[in-house]
C-alpha cells in the first residue's frame, strides 16, 4: 500500500506513534520508493533523516529549524520554511514531526491545496492523531473551530499510518486509517488494516 501510494502524483499520510515508535524510519523507507528525479524538500526541528544522495536522490532540499538567539532574533521555524517550501515547487514535502499550529496549519493548509505530503505526529492512536492535529489548527492564528479543523483534515489527508513499539521491542505498523469523509462534526475514517496484540494483521 506504502508504495503504490509514493508512486502516486498526489498523496498525503500523517505517521502517528509514540516516541521511538519508528515513524522517522517509515518516512524514510517511502522517500526510498521515489523516482530518483523527484523534486523533494525535507523540512525538519532536529535532521534525522538524511535523504539527499548525489545518486539516489540528488534533487532534495533539506531545511532545518534555527532557535533564536540570546536576544530572540534569527529564529527560523518549520512554519516559516514549509510556506518558503511551497515556492520551489516540490514533487513531495515532508515536514517532521508537527508539534505545535506553527508548523500544522501552514502543513495541512498546503496539504489540503493537493501537495503531495508526509508528515509525523506524536500520538497514542491514529484517531488521537487527527484530533490532535485539529488541536493544532484551532490554536493557532486562525484559532479553527472543533468542526471546521475536522473538516479541513479530511480535505488534507488520504491515509493516517500508526505505529507501535511491541514489548519485544519491534516497531510495527498496527493501524492503518483512510481519511474518507466529513460527517459535518469531525471528519470519517476507514480502517484499512490492524494488527492485534500476538501480531495478527487483518485487513478490511
Not at 78 to 103: N, T
Not at 169 to 180: H, I, M, S, Y
Request: net charge negative.
Amino acid at each position: 500500500l506504502l508504495a503504490a501510494c509514493m508512486a502516486s502524483s498526489e498523496i498525503r499520510i500523517v505517521f502517528s506513534g509514540p516516541t521511538g515508535s519508528g515513524k522517522t524510519t517509515l518516512v524514510r523507507a517511502c522517500l526510498g520508493e521515489l523516482d530518483p528525479h523527484a523534486r523533494v524538500v525535507v523540512i525538519e526541528d532536529t535532521a534525522e533523516l538524511d535523504l539527499f544522495d548525489a545518486i539516489a536522490h540528488p534533487n532534495v532540499e533539506s531545511w532545518e529549524a534555527r532557535l533564536g538567539n540570546n536576544e530572540g532574533e534569527g529564529a527560523v521555524t518549520q512554519g516559516e520554511q514549509v510556506k518558503h517550501a511551497l515556492r520551489y515547487r516540490p514533487d513531495w514535502l515532508v515536514c517532521g514531526e508537527v508539534r505545535d499550529s506553527d508548523a500544522a496549519v501552514p502543513m495541512l493548509k498546503a496539504m489540503t491545496h493537493g501537495q503531495s505530503s508526509l508528515t509525523t505526529v506524536h500520538s497514542a492512536s491514529a484517531i488521537g492523531a487527527l484530533d490532535k492535529l485539529a488541536l493544532y489548527l484551532g490554536t493557532g492564528d486562525d484559532r479553527l473551530p472543533p468542526e471546521v479543523a475536522h473538516n479541513q483534515l479530511h480535505q488534507a489527508i488520504d491515509f493516517v499510518v500508526h505505529l507501535d513499539r511491541g514489548t519485544d521491542g519491534r516497531r510495527t505498523v498496527v493501524e492503518v486509517l483512510e481519511v474518507a469523509g466529513f460527517d459535518g462534526r469531525r471528519c470519517t475514517t476507514n480502517t484499512i488494516m490492524t494488527r492485534d496484540a500476538d501480531g495478527t494483521i487483518a485487513t478490511m
